[in-house]
């Protein structure tokens, strides 16, 4: 890898994920004649707990510059590595395919047939806090248990689903929670939904929220990443608080047809700016250069 880095007669060198940025640094060394911009993604808090992640983020100090997609991930790397300059350090956020994500251009009716569908797009780990949200409903009033419906689409990836579902049982919520395999036609089903969640405990940028801006959905998100950038109070709560979680699933079932249809429309306003391709590759260009 080194060899073809340094011989390829680059102008800039992009990289993604640790173990690549890192030999991508190494190449460089002892001296380097194109730009190297690194790409930070995550913001797990475990990588306070690792001394090869945080390691990783040491040898930043030798890139042109580091470009995450969330303000929140930048925070991060900067706690580690404090000598990092402010000027090396920037906020770009993912590009969404347009074509693919787009609203319905019919006039869809919200709770249609007294049934309000939310939508979760997230695989089954701890950190997506489906505990959370099977607490928080089983703290809503009855008539709003009967108005809502979950469907939530995401490979298991460990033991939290099957924990979860025995929750729903004791509560008596099986008639709520509709669990689907993860699926390619996703775009399709956010559009089908009524409002799409996030109940993570922490994201990066969370694609699923981006996503459902794009389709002019509205969204309650916990309070990760740069979702507070992006969504009014209203629709933001704390992952480890049900309570708060259920305050905004009430609101949610609240709105009306024209305030749901507005929430939407304000989300797919933002996202076409700050999603656009346009937008995106001007600035990519503007640090390569």
């Known amino acids: 890898m080194r060899k073809v880095i340094r011989t390829g007669n680059y102008n800039a060198e992009l990289s993604f994920l640790e173990a690549a940025s890192f030999i991508s640094t190494l190449a460089g060394f002892p001296y380097r004649k194109w730009n190297l911009i690194i790409g930070e993604r995550s913001a797990n808090p475990n990588i306070f707990k690792s001394f090869k992640l945080k390691m990783y983020r040491w040898f930043h100090l030798f890139a042109t510059a580091i470009v995450s997609n969330s303000h929140e991930n930048l925070k991060i790397?900067?706690?580690i590595n404090p000598l990092l300059s402010e000027n090396k350090l920037h906020v770009i956020y993912n590009l969404i395919d347009f074509d693919n994500w787009q609203p319905r251009s019919d006039n869809y009716i919200y709770g249609k047939n007294g049934k309000f569908n939310l939508t979760v797009v997230a695989s089954h780990q701890y950190l997506k806090n489906l505990n959370g949200l099977v607490e928080a409903v089983n703290l809503l009033e009855t008539h709003e248990k009967n108005t809502l419906i979950i469907n939530w689409y995401g490979d298991v990836l460990d033991s939290s689903k099957f924990e979860a579902i025995e929750k729903i049982k004791k509560y008596h919520l099986e008639d709520i929670f509709n669990f689907h395999d993860a699926t390619k036609e996703i775009s399709s089903k956010v559009n089908a939904a009524d409002a799409v969640g996030l109940f993570s405990f922490y994201e990066g940028l969370p694609n699923a929220i981006c996503e459902a801006m794009v389709n002019a959905?509205?969204?309650?998100?916990?309070?990760?990443s740069d979702v507070n950038l992006f969504l009014s109070n209203d629709y933001i709560f704390s992952p480890d608080q049900s309570t708060d979680i259920a305050k905004k699933i009430k609101f949610?079932?609240?709105?009306?047809?024209?305030?749901?249809?507005?929430?939407?429309?304000?989300?797919?306003?933002?996202?076409?700016?700050?999603f656009s391709e346009d937008e995106i590759v001007k600035q990519y260009l503007s640090i390569m250069s």
């Open 77 to 79: 790397v900067k706690k």
């Open 217 to 224: 959905k509205p969204i309650i998100s916990s309070n990760v």
């Open 252 to 274: 949610l079932l609240s709105l009306d047809q024209s305030a749901l249809i507005q929430a939407g429309q304000i989300n797919r306003n933002l996202a076409s700016t700050i």
